[in-house]
T-cell receptor, first 111, second 113 residues
Framework: GQSLEQPSEVTAVEGAIVQINCTYQ??????LSWYQQHDGGAPTFLSYNALDGLEETGRFSSFLSRSDSYGYLLLQELQMKDSASYFCAVRDGTGFQKLVFGTGTRLLVSP | DGGITQSPKYLFRKEGQNVTLSCEQNLNHDAMYWYRQDPGQGLRLIYY???????QKGDIAEGYSVSREKKESFPLTVTSAQKNPTAFYLCATWDFSGANVLTFGAGSRLTVL
């Protein structure tokens, strides 16, 4: 099966940079995704890494190292609105079109 | 606007009652999913369907049932056999674009009284 580990909570101040780590175990690898979820809302897709390296999308970047089964989400120039939960996810190891999610990291941004 | 509509947004149920959560999409996506989320937890897969008239159990299917009679619709029934149904239920679709992108509905919050 698949399993993903993330820190449960991270705190930071406005304007800072924060990194949310994710380690995964999966029998087959089909990419690592990141989702953001505000309290009471639906998760929304942030980024996807299929190959090693850094993907940048505005203030958010995501990194993947397949050899280490590790990835991270980097949030720069933090804003209060970035306070949310962040989930990493991998596709089912059998290749079926379904995602397995980590338990999420709650990011609290303070003034 | 293309999207996923879940209803009702909030639902209260007495123990022993079945309830059905609606999920309708106009994104023309083939695959649809139901996830359950408990406070402070990740998302756990209940059922998924890749094509009409076909669906598979996810990791926590016990006490739930689904149907997929139309491409646009994937209703979830929470039966009385589900021992702890109070949770946030999320419906999603996947467009098979290559990236692992799920599009989620706004969710339905079920509370058992």
């Amino acid at each position: 099966g698949q399993s993903l580990e993330q820190p449960s909570e991270v705190t930071a101040v406005e304007g800072a940079i924060v990194q949310i780590n994710c380690t995964y175990q999966t029998s087959g690898f089909y990419g690592l995704s990141w989702y953001q979820q505000h309290d009471g809302g639906a998760p929304t897709f942030l980024s996807y890494n299929a190959l090693d390296g850094l993907e940048e999308t505005g203030r958010f970047s995501s990194f993947l190292s397949r050899s280490d089964s590790y990835g991270y989400l980097l949030l720069q120039e933090l804003q209060m609105k970035d306070s949310a939960s962040y989930f990493c996810a991998v596709r089912d190891g059998t290749g079926f079109q379904k995602l397995v999610f980590g338990t999420g990291t709650r990011l609290l941004v303070s003034p | 606007d293309g999207g996923i509509t879940q209803s009702p947004k909030y639902l209260f149920r007495k123990e022993g009652q079945n309830v059905t959560l609606s999920c309708e999409q106009n994104l023309n996506h083939d695959a649809m999913y139901w996830y359950r989320q408990d406070p402070g937890q990740g998302l756990r897969l209940i059922y998924y369907s890749q094509i009409v008239n076909d669906f598979q159990k996810g990791d926590i299917a016990e006490g739930y049932s689904v149907s997929r009679e139309k491409k646009e619709s994937f209703p979830l029934t929470v039966t009385s056999a589900q021992k702890n149904p109070t949770a946030f239920y999320l419906c999603a679709t996947w467009d098979f674009s290559g990236a692992n992108v799920l599009t989620f509905g706004a969710g339905s919050r079920l509370t058992v009284l």
